[in-house]
């Protein structure tokens, strides 16, 4: 029989469709490990790789120039522009605001055949910092109101670049979608005096049919109300509204974690393509007891079609339980 | 310069990013006329042909079932159950309701190798005649909260069957998403008095730069704040919060204005994959002054990566009055 079932940190409803169940190994990919295993470990044509540096595009890099592990680039066709003023128009009826704010990649590894899911935690632990420098710096930008750090990996992710990298936007504006998560995290709290991510999380561990992963500082499950197969959190244990407060010890038990899981993705489903998002809370925000930060993975196995884009809603046409028990299963 | 436009009815944010500029002819489909033109008229192992039929499926056929020019089957998998009753459960924290519904497939057409594009106008009008009777129909089941009319043409718009059909989805909740849209039109009417759905249409029809087609009943318009190319809008002049009030002058109306628009996307871009969605307010609202009824037709020509998942926003590399000058050139 399908279900409904509602997300309750973000009241977003979504179709449990057991009638169409597909078990989880139908997701495997077809083409064996092929977005990253099919590469070369140079490739002479690609911007990313040690030697083609653009360095007027450079922002940052660690270690060093030379011997880099991890670089920051700005985007050579920025959605946004760091140098324009912010600027409003009413423009007749329209609402109109000047493109200003951040756009930046981050070259995650020199090598072009590697994925997070293949590079040692120590290599995602760089990444992951070098993130929150940049999130820092960029917060000194006062037409800053957003920060949104995410990771398209393969072609049905929206990646048009082979080689392992991130991005970072910064936007002028809190989007609609994030003011009405915010708003209805307070209202839980206002409601019941707790965090609703807190519960989520108390819940889950107690359960232990969705836990993929349980590490000192974080928690990873494939949600109750997972939009579509494999949708994955990972949350903190320690209450917090911004990734860019998480302390080194924290970051270094976030990359082993994020290796874990992904690992358990690309040797279960044959390296698919995914979403990973950081999600914080609007960066003038300096703390609440409401929200929460925390990251999110979206395997990109299905495509949403007019339903979907009608109504916000998805069909998940597997169990989540039996995603997550899939996913344990895996051999790392 | 990027620029971010607001959806002054959705309250929704685009960036329209002209520093990475896709001229509109860049989205022309490189396989010509590939998902309608390679098909045979008759495809034996198509269960929409005539001939096929598993009449044990069969809602309503139209005008009878030997000579039926269109159809209303049930889903064989159906997202959502018409037989289960509706109930609610509070699964410790998490809230729970029986996928309660229904899923319809109509049939538009007997031809495999048509689209509406192709189809005549009065062809076309026998179809939302059908959707019309159906939600009539389906209106009757007290479970019922909102009904979404829909059709994926093409395999990026998550068609999985070539044979041109279209989708009714019956759901026993109104989605966060749409209610949240309801509650921004009710905000704007109590701020201005206004709806915000005519005043943008009266903003439309002054400037005409994003206009497509002009009938005595319906504007078809490329949306200011378009959150991807081509994002169209086909709106009522007349008020009304419900397709389900449209009299039949007005359905006869609209069948020539989709074909005319669904024409120009078709010889325009050669075919590409795009959602057409009817939103209509819940079916238990009767009527309002703030709400408006329309049709959305998203052509399929980029991926929703990262940011997108991200923020709830989406990135556009066109500017829309550029879209809407290139459809209006297009010969149909």
Redo the contacts between chains.
Sequence with gaps: ??????N?A????V???T??AERPDGFVQSEALSITGDQPTFDPTCPFCPGNEELDLEIECWPERDVWQTRVVHNK?????KD?PLTRKFD????????AGHHEIVVDHPKHNTTWALMAPNEIHAVLEMFQRRGWSIREDERVE?I?Y???HG?????SLKHTHS?I?A???V????R?RLEEARRYFDDYGQNVFR??VE?EL??GERILVESKHFVAFVL??APAPFHTWIIPRQQSISFLYAQPEELADLAEVLVNVLRRLYFGLRDPSY?????SAPVKEISNDYYQWYI?I?PRL??????E?????F?NPTLPEGCADFLRKVKI
Tied chains: 1, 2.
């Design positions: 029989m399908p279900e409904l079932r509602q309750m973000t009241k977003e409803w179709i449990i469709a009638e169409r066709f920025p959605a946004l522009s324009d007749g009826v329209h609402r109109w605001i000047s493109g957003q949104i995410f990771k398209n072609h049905r992710a929206g990646a991005q936007i936007l002028p504006i989007p609609t979608n994030i009405q519960v989520m819940n107690g359960l109750y109300a979403n990973l998002i950081i999600r999110t979206v299905s495509y949403a079609a007019g339903f884009l009608g109504s916000g809603m069909i």
